[in-house]
Every structure is written in structure tokens, then in C-alpha cells.
């Protein structure tokens, strides 16, 4: 069972958020991938849609980071602080 909630726990989540975080995420990445696929294919179609869903998975997971205040506190003992603030 451990394996199951370390990592979760490491961002501040319960196995089911993660999960459900996961998910939104790979869905957003699909569709996003979809788009440039299809706009190789079709240069006229979704122009910028690649771009835009890779903005707002980058500002969603940075978002979900700050969500919990006592984040900053474990990745400073984790020793991630500094990728957590080069990302901003």
C-alpha cells in the first residue's frame, strides 16, 4: 500500500486526488495532442490549440502546487524547492 501513497502524499493528495488530478491532466494532454496532430495534417486547423494546452497544464500544476500551504515546507525538506521556484 505504500507504493500507492507516497508519491500522492508528496504533493499534498489523497490516492483518489491524485488520481482524479492524473486523469484531468492525461485528458487535457490527449486533446492537446490530438490538436497538433491534426494541425500537421491540417496547417489551418487549431493554430495555436498545442500551445494554449501546454500554457494551461503549466499553469494548473503550478497552481496545484500552491494549493497547500505545507507544500513548500516538504519540498524544502525534499530538496525540490528549487525546481518549484525555477518553474515560476
Known amino acids: 500500500m505504500k507504493a500507492f501513497k507516497e508519491h500522492p502524499a508528496s504533493v499534498g493528495e489523497s490516492y483518489f ?3 482524479r488530478s492524473s ?3 492525461g485528458t487535457k ?3 492537446g495532442s490530438f490538436a497538433c496532430f ?3 495534417i491540417f ?3 487549431c493554430v495555436s490549440r498545442g500551445s494554449e494546452a501546454i500554457a494551461d497544464l503549466h ?3 503550478i ?3 500552491h494549493r497547500d500551504c505545507g507544500q513548500m515546507e516538504n519540498l524544502q525538506e525534499t530538496g525540490n ?3 518549484l521556484e525555477a518553474a515560476e
Open 17 to 19: 486526488q491524485h488520481m
Open 23 to 25: 486523469f484531468t491532466f
Open 29 to 31: 494532454m490527449f486533446k
Open 38 to 40: 491534426a494541425h500537421g
Open 43 to 45: 496547417p489551418f486547423l
Open 59 to 61: 499553469d494548473n500544476m
Open 63 to 65: 497552481k496545484h502546487r
Open 81 to 83: 524547492a528549487q525546481s
